[in-house]
């Protein structure tokens, strides 16, 4: 009768880890799942500091020589544009003043 139940208690007996989590590896693990969401989104982040930088530099002349140059060459541009514009307007002035004349031939 003794041997009967050693050897059932014996059957019972396990050498494996419990399967079921603490309290404190649960919480854990949930701070690293948290930790890793925030740190990828950081790294997101700094990767667009990263090319938005890099497309200022493209876009930023290297040396004082090339500001010049690019300054000069917007100067060019809008002394051009002011004196197309000017040409129209002096143009447009003579047009009218041309009607003016005409009309008081005719009156």
């Known amino acids: 009768m003794f041997r009967t139940q050693i050897a059932r208690q014996a059957r019972l007996f396990s050498t494996s880890p419990i399967v079921r989590k603490s309290p404190v590896e649960t919480v854990k693990d949930a701070a690293k799942t948290v930790d890793r969401t925030v740190s990828d989104k950081i790294v997101k982040g700094i990767e667009k500091g990263e090319q938005a930088a890099k497309v200022v530099k493209e876009k930023t002349p290297n040396t004082t020589g090339e500001a010049k140059g690019q300054a000069n060459q917007l100067a060019g541009e809008a002394k051009g544009k002011a004196s ?23 009156i």
């Open 84 to 106: 197309e514009l000017t040409g129209e307007a002096k143009g447009k002035a003579q047009e009218l003043k041309g009607e003016a004349k005409g009309k008081a031939n005719q």
